[in-house]
């Protein structure tokens, strides 16, 4: 049992560049989500589902997109990085309002 | 949306004595309200959570305590020791699943 696995675990990307981020749980939870910490700010939501097919904004979604076409997945897109998106990405899923799981983190730098 | 308030942000305290963390929301309908350790390098783990309908739940020394009214609640750990130093995080969860996390507490229990 993975519990939820982020891929990958660390990037680096040049201003411009587009990447996706893949979040995976085999928990069969309903609840998805991705969050960026950046110091002193703690984990700011940035998208999340609550379903497969569908996905919501969190309080911090401009600059990306996310899919929920299977639920087990929950992808995380950057169309043309920033360097304002140098952050620690956690993906977390969980079964209604109980315990959040969250992934090891995926560490990206935008040069 | 939610506003989830933490206070405060650094936390030093001698082995063996209280540490309490606060927090407030701003969304009324928020029912969950969960806490998450974080270590260093490491992704947040939960270590108690209370929901809306509970005034106060302990697990051996640690314990929160909930008021709807003030929307506000709080962690206490009792009897700190150097393993419990930390990155704690409150969140707050919405009716709509939205959850939102505080800004972080980084708690030092020296020996």
């Known amino acids: 049992n993975a519990g939820v696995t982020q891929t990958p675990k660390f990037r680096v990307l040049k201003t411009g560049q587009s990447m996706t981020l893949l979040c995976a749980q085999d928990?069969?939870?309903?609840?998805m989500y991705w969050y960026r910490q950046d110091p002193g700010m703690g984990l700011r939501l940035i998208h999340y589902s609550v379903g497969e097919g569908t996905t919501a904004k969190g309080e911090v979604p401009d600059g990306y997109n996310v899919s929920r076409l299977k639920k087990q997945n929950f992808l995380l897109g950057l169309e043309s990085a920033a360097p304002s998106q140098t952050s620690v990405y956690f993906c977390?899923?969980?079964?209604?309002?109980?315990?959040?799981?969250f992934g090891q983190g995926t560490r990206l730098t935008v040069v | 949306g939610e506003n989830v308030e933490q206070h405060p942000s650094t936390l030093s305290v001698q082995e063996g004595d209280s540490a309490v963390i606060k927090c407030t929301y701003s969304?009324?309908?928020?029912?969950?309200f969960p806490w998450y350790k974080q270590e260093l390098g490491k992704r947040p783990q939960l270590i108690i959570d209370?929901?809306?309908?509970?005034g106060e739940k302990k697990d051996q020394r640690i314990a929160v305590t909930l008021n709807k009214t003030a929307k506000h609640f709080s962690l206490h750990i009792t009897e700190t020791q150097p393993e419990d130093s930390a990155v704690y995080f409150c969140?707050?969860?919405?009716?709509?699943?939205?959850?939102?996390f505080g800004a972080g507490t980084r708690l030092t229990v020296k020996p």
């Open positions: 969304d009324s309908a928020s029912n969950y």
């Open positions: 977390a899923s969980s079964y209604s309002s109980f315990e959040a799981f």
């Open positions: 969140a707050a969860l919405r009716l709509n699943n939205d959850m939102r």
């Open positions: 209370i929901r809306s309908n509970v």
């Open positions: 928990m069969n939870h309903e609840y």
